[in-house]
Structures are given as C-alpha cells and as structure tokens.
Nanobody, 125 residues
C-alpha cells in the first residue's frame, strides 16, 4: 500500500506560479503511474496530468504548455509545476498513484488505487 502526502497549495494571483508536491511512502514508488487531478466545487474530479514509469507525460488541453509534471524517484516525490495560473485553475488538487493503470484509463479518477489528501489552489483575478 502507498500513502501520498501533498503540499504546496495556496493563494496566488493570476499569472503566478505554484509548485505542488506529492510525497509517497510505501512499496516501490518508482513503479507507479502518478496522476494529478483537480476538483472545483460542484464539479466532477478532472484529469490534469500524468507521468508514467517510462517518464512519458500527458496533459489535459486546459493546462498544456502551462503545467509540468515530473517525478524524483530518489525522493519518492512527484511535482506539478503550475505557471501562468488562471482563475479557472482554482480547485482542490489531488495526486494519485497506481501500479498498473493503463494509458487508456489513466485519464479517469477510478483508474487509481491511491490518493493524496488534496490541497487547495486558489487563483485570484
């Protein structure tokens, strides 16, 4: 079992940047696919980005070119660097991990077995 602890959220003005961190404890972090999701009030949880064990990265169109997902396996940590933030990026952000989620299903929250506690990101106009 893997436990995920998140940090790095907060309040930022539009156009600013934040870096979210997700630190994992448990078995063989390097073998897990890591995803980032976000959920705004009254909305469903939506895919933001994912990084596979190969290092390949994937992004939703809304954040492509602005956000970067990366991982440091030595630190058991995944990052989401968020630049050029917009008010519509405001949400609770979650990291998630799964040992075997496929490319076809990693876009869906129910493809992941393990979740962080979430961290609030608020972008003001």
């Amino acid at each position: 079992q893997v436990q995920l602890v998140q940090s790095g959220g907060g309040l930022v003005q539009a156009g600013g940047s934040l870096r979210l961190s997700c630190v994992a404890s448990g078995r063989t972090f390097s073998s897990y696919v890591i995803g980032w999701f976000r959920q705004a009030p009254g909305k469903e949880r939506e895919f933001v980005a994912a990084i596979r064990t190969s290092g390949s990265t994937y992004y939703t169109d809304f954040v492509k070119g602005r956000f970067t997902i990366s991982r440091d396996n030595a630190k058991n940590t995944v990052y989401l660097q968020m630049n050029s933030l917009k008010p519509e990026d405001t949400a609770v952000y979650y990291c998630a991990a799964d040992p075997d989620v496929s490319i076809l299903t990693m876009w869906r929250p129910n493809g992941y077995d393990y979740w962080g506690q979430g961290t609030q990101v608020t972008v003001s106009s």
